[in-house]
């Protein structure tokens, strides 16, 4: 069954950096994404990858954010996402998605880890 785990939240002050982890298993994602959702808002774009390493940010979190992955042939592929300069707003649930491209009606997706930004 493939399969997706995200890692590495949690809570931080403001202006302080997290970094994400993204394991996809059993698959080979031709990209792969990660996406917030924040309490009572939907859940938006926030990186994505493809597999030759060409990047897309949301608006809010360029300059801040990094994704980055290592592929390994037949074996697990991950992706990052390295948050510096965190703000309050950033505080979200994230979400790490293997595949399906820019659209939220596809690919496989993880459990979602916490981010929480304090002031």
């Known amino acids: 069954q493939r399969q997706v785990v995200e890692s590495g939240g949690g809570s931080v002050q403001t202006g302080g950096s997290l970094r994400l982890s993204c394991t996809a298993s059993r698959f080979t994602p031709t990209d792969m994404s990660w996406y917030r959702q924040a309490p009572g808002k939907e859940r938006e774009l926030v990186a994505f990858i493809y597999r030759d390493d060409r990047t897309t940010y949301a608006d809010s979190v360029k300059g801040r954010f990094t994704i980055s992955q290592n592929i390994a042939n037949n074996a697990n592929n991950t992706a990052y996402l390295q948050m510096n300069n965190l703000k309050p707003e950033d505080t979200a649930i994230y979400y790490c998605?293997?595949?399906?491209?820019?659209?939220?009606?596809?690919?496989?997706w993880g459990q979602g880890t916490q981010v929480t930004v304090s002031a």
């Open positions: 998605k293997g595949g399906g491209g820019l659209t939220q009606r596809s690919g496989v």
